[in-house]
């Protein structure tokens, strides 16, 4: 405990100042870290809602498309499903921008579009790992939201199976990247830690200022007692508060005292006058 008595204040003031620092700060940073958080999910819940508003739009937008060219051999095939579908999600895309979005063909296995065309079109007709979350789409029938490493990169990926008259037929995703997620939550970081900082600089000027003002009111009671003690005559100006009512009090001891010293130098003086008069019989 002693490490404790070096750290805890013995000035009044300074342990109000501790005491005031820490009532602000321990809720404040509670509340910064409650606020950071539901605001990350918040960004999180946004961009799932967005991407999974891109992926029903190009659900709609293929309709039966998937029964094209059917007699084609394969890469032919990939070629012409590019040609047909691509101008579909480079729209789509267009108005959502940092989202990749495309279709991939369960029967020919392979990527068919991938928007922005610009940057990820040497992807078209590449095959999906094994382990790709894309299959477990296709296998279960049933929307997915994967976080992770996938052909794009480090992604937050959307996806939907493509369902045609109870079959399968491959699956619709769209994706951000997940550096552009971070920065966006980043961003929403340094706003709550410029509000908090503000707050807590505010909130510390006001203690310092609040505490100084009554340290000078209780440093004025510690000096009238200490001339009091002196016997010195003295009389505390009105304070405010209940230091007033301290102040009051001890000018009242102050006046009680002073009327009990001239009562005892009476008494000792006419004492002295006995005891002459005594000797002088």
Do not use: C
Request: net charge neutral; charged share 20%.
């Amino acid at each position: 405990m002693h490490y404790m008595k070096w750290i805890y204040p013995r000035r009044l003031r300074n342990q109000m100042i501790l005491m005031a620092i820490l009532m602000v700060i321990v809720p404040t940073l509670t509340i910064g870290y409650i606020v950071e958080t539901e605001g990350r999910s918040a960004v999180l819940s946004e961009k799932e809602k967005k991407l999974s508003a891109v992926v029903n739009l190009l659900n709609q937008a293929l309709g039966d498309r998937y029964d094209l060219y059917i007699d084609l051999p394969r890469e032919e095939r990939i070629r012409a499903l590019n040609a047909e579908l691509a101008p579909i999600t480079e729209n789509i895309t267009h108005a959502f921008p940092g989202i990749g979005a495309g279709y991939y063909n369960k029967m020919l296995d392979a990527i068919i579009t991938y928007a922005p065309s610009a940057l990820y079109q040497n992807n078209v007709g590449v095959t999906i790992a094994a382990d790709h979350p894309g299959r477990e789409v296709m296998r279960t029938n049933t929307p997915l939201v994967y976080s992770g490493r996938q052909v794009r990169g480090d992604i937050l990926n959307s996806m939907i199976p493509i369902e045609r008259n109870g079959e399968i037929l491959g699956y619709i995703w769209a994706n951000e990247l997940t550096e552009d997620i971070r920065r966006q939550a980043w961003k929403m970081d340094v706003r709550i830690i410029i509000v908090l900082t503000a707050g807590l600089l505010i909130s510390l000027l006001l203690i310092v200022l609040f505490s100084r003002r009554l340290s000078a009111n209780i440093d004025i009671i510690t000096d009238g007692l200490s001339t009091l003690a002196q016997n010195i005559p003295t009389r505390l100006p009105q304070l405010p508060g209940e230091m007033g009512q301290i102040s009051q009090s001890v000018n009242n001891l102050a006046q009680a005292l002073r009327e009990t010293r001239t009562l005892n130098d009476l008494i000792i003086e006419n004492a002295a006058d006995g005891v002459i008069a005594i000797d002088r019989q």
